[in-house]
């Protein structure tokens, strides 16, 4: 067990809806990461925020969104799904940019 | 050209043989990540290191940061070590905040 927990662990929705992707970090890390892992694309960075701040945006759509709250936990927001959204969500946790990650669990989604 | 390339892609092992897993990259980097995704998709993080050997049990990773290269080594392999394993680089530079470059992954399957 990471530390890092995800929620919910399977979504199954259809297209054109909305999804929210909830992650809370590890006790005392600062850094929220999202990932997503397609059968075709692998693994891909997604977003960074740090303490609340967004500080690195990978290949994620404007159909998505993020943030981080006070209390470092982090949402992923999926809107206007589409079939190729469906992939695996990670979030991960660390101290700082620099420091290990530690995965979470994953979110399943299912764009049907 | 990825810039993150695994060898082997899949690999083919006996119970109780070495094995190695190759990682070369392209980029400069402040640090290297190795994970393990097991069959149930959960990612667990091996090894961050960002010059020389780390050793973990049965795990060994080694980095030379002048080749571009690194190395995952694993002894008297194990069934239950059959798993995707994955490296990820953490490039270097001020922008870069924990925004982790993911190789193909290689597929390990260890046969009793």
């Known amino acids: 067990d990471s530390g890092v927990t995800q929620t919910p662990k399977h979504l199954i929705t259809a297209t054109g809806q909305r999804v929210t992707l909830r992650c809370s970090p590890r006790s005392g890390d600062l850094s929220v990461y999202w990932y997503q892992q397609s059968l075709d694309q692998g693994l891909q960075f997604l977003i960074q925020y740090y303490n609340g701040e967004e500080r690195a945006k990978g290949n994620i759509l404007e159909r998505f969104s993020a943030q981080q709250f006070p209390d470092l936990h982090s949402e992923l927001n999926l809107s206007s799904l589409e079939l190729g959204d469906s992939a695996l969500y990670f979030c991960?946790?660390?101290?700082?940019?620099?420091?290990?990650?530690?995965f979470g669990p994953g979110t399943r989604l299912t764009v049907t | 050209k990825n810039e993150v390339e695994q060898s082997p892609q899949n690999l083919t092992a006996q119970e109780g043989e070495f094995i190695t897993i190759n990682c070369s990259y392209s980029v400069g980097i402040s640090a290297l990540h190795w994970l393990q995704q097991h069959p149930g998709g959960g990612i667990v993080s091996l090894f961050m290191l960002s010059s020389g050997k780390k050793k973990h049990g049965r795990l060994i990773a080694t980095i030379n940061i002048q080749e571009k290269h690194s190395s995952l080594h694993i002894t008297a392999s194990h069934p239950r070590d059959s798993a995707v394993y994955i490296c990820a680089v953490l490039p270097a530079g001020g922008t870069s905040y924990g925004k982790l470059t993911f190789g193909q992954g290689t597929i390990l399957t260890v046969h009793p």
């Open positions: 991960a946790s660390s101290v700082g940019p620099s420091h290990e990650q530690y």
